[in-house]
Antibody, heavy 116, light 111 residues
């Protein structure tokens, strides 16, 4: 059974870079689309970016200039970097597995607070 | 960022049937993309409930069903149970976003 686990700092200072890693167990980083989704304190869900096992990536246009998504198949992990964070980036961040259209497996999520 | 429109809350008594609507536009549901539904129990991550508009992953009871029409979709829950109390989110692919777009979520209260 495939499981996803997010890791990273829970507190990031404004203007710094948020870095998160998703560790995938129970299956390889193949065939699927691996995404980062975040949920604001008001509960709105927002897609951030995906990486496909082929190496292709895409980001939400509203975040594109600040986002980098990458993967390390040797470690069965994929990662997110979000630059120049502000308080508006405070959210629960989820890593997910899915196909091109939906997400079928979600990690438990990690809370990130942007504050000085 | 624009979202798919859902009612903020719905409620029903145990055993009753409730529906949750999800209204989009020509860039997503109206473009023919399927709608997917997620259930988020308190303090947990969203869980896929319905995919491809009306298919259920293994383990999801057939009390849950989905349907589409034009630029809207609906989730129906029959035989309401206390354990169904949760937030429900719809999601579809959006051409403008070139990615998944979510509804604002509906809180289901079982009276």
């Amino acid at each position: 059974q495939v499981q996803l686990q997010e890791s990273g700092p829970g507190l990031v200072k404004p203007s710094e870079t948020l870095s998160l890693t998703c560790s995938v167990s129970g299956g390889p980083l193949s065939t699927y689309y691996w995404r980062w989704i975040r949920q604001s304190p008001g509960k709105e869900l927002e897609w951030i970016a995906f990486i496909h096992y082929s190496g292709s990536t895409r980001s939400n246009p509203s975040l594109k200039s600040r986002v980098t998504i990458s993967s390390d198949t040797s470690k069965n992990q994929f990662s997110l970097s979000l630059r120049s964070v502000t308080a508006a980036d405070t959210a629960v961040y989820y890593c997910t597995r899915g196909n091109y259209y939906y997400m079928d497996i979600w990690g438990k999520g990690t809370t990130v607070t942007v504050s000085s | 960022q624009s979202v798919l429109t859902q009612p903020p809350s719905v409620s029903g008594a145990p055993g009753q049937r409730v529906t949750i609507s999800c209204t989009g536009s020509g860039a997503n549901i109206g473009a023919g993309y399927d709608v997917h539904w997620y259930q988020q129990l308190p303090g947990t991550a969203p869980k896929l409930l319905i995919y491809d508009s009306n298919s259920r992953p293994s383990g999801v009871p057939d009390r849950f069903s989905g349907s589409n029409s034009g630029t809207s979709a609906s989730l129906a829950i029959t035989g309401l149970q206390a354990e169904d109390e949760a937030d429900y989110f719809c999601q579809s692919y959006d051409n403008t976003l070139s990615g998944p777009l979510f509804g604002g979520g509906t809180r289901l209260t079982v009276l």
